[in-house]
């Protein structure tokens, strides 16, 4: 191997890490609809950095990177449930595979995370608190509770009230992307 071959892989490597970066919202929400916990889906991920960081050779320049990132999201996951201790309320791999299936494009996932993030916005500030302390910074309810001076259960009730709001603020958008 010469060096000229070796330069060019490391750079071949600080694209694919770069792409991996760029698209590593995408790759988390992928990870999210396939492992329960928040804590669990950004674990995933570290461990798909390093999986994509080693195969980044088997990784061509011009095509989707994101699809090749979510099935090494998916291969992981299956790994990481098969490996893992926990067993946590989760899905039988069998479905696993059917829902993969079913799951839209991977295209799609950055037109959801938009609509996710319209919708976001459109919470009051407090709601808006709550969602990103939950599952941006995946604190517990408990912790929540603490944290904003209120009780475990008013934490929960805000929390399952700004998540309904989410879902049918999505639902509306859904319906208006059909009719356009």
């Known amino acids: 191997m010469t060096h000229s071959d070796s330069s060019d892989e ?12 760029t698209h ?12 329960p916990r928040f804590q669990d889906a950004q674990d995933l991920l570290q461990e798909v950095f390093l999986v994509v960081s080693r195969k980044a050779h088997t990784w061509s320049d011009g095509t989707n990177f994101l699809a090749w990132g979510c099935a090494i999201v998916r291969y992981e996951a299956l790994h990481y449930r098969r490996s893992s201790k926990k067993r946590t309320a989760s899905l039988d791999d069998e479905i696993l595979e059917l829902l993969h299936c079913e799951t839209p494009p991977v295209d799609d996932l950055d037109v ?12 009051s500030p407090r709601s ?27 934490v929960r009730v805000a929390l399952t009230r700004a998540k309904q709001a989410l879902r049918e603020c999505i639902d ?9």
């Open 10 to 21: 490391q750079l071949h490597l600080l694209k694919v890490q770069q792409l991996f970066m």
């Open 24 to 35: 590593q919202h995408a790759l988390l929400a992928y990870a999210l609809s396939i492992v």
């Open 112 to 123: 959801q995370i938009e609509r996710l993030k319209e919708c976001l916005k459109r919470l």
């Open 128 to 154: 808006r608190e709550l969602i990103m302390l939950r599952y941006h910074a995946a604190q517990l309810p408990e912790q929540i509770a603490a944290k904003v001076h209120r009780s475990v259960n008013s």
């Open 172 to 180: 509306e958008r859904l319906a208006l992307d059909d009719q356009a």
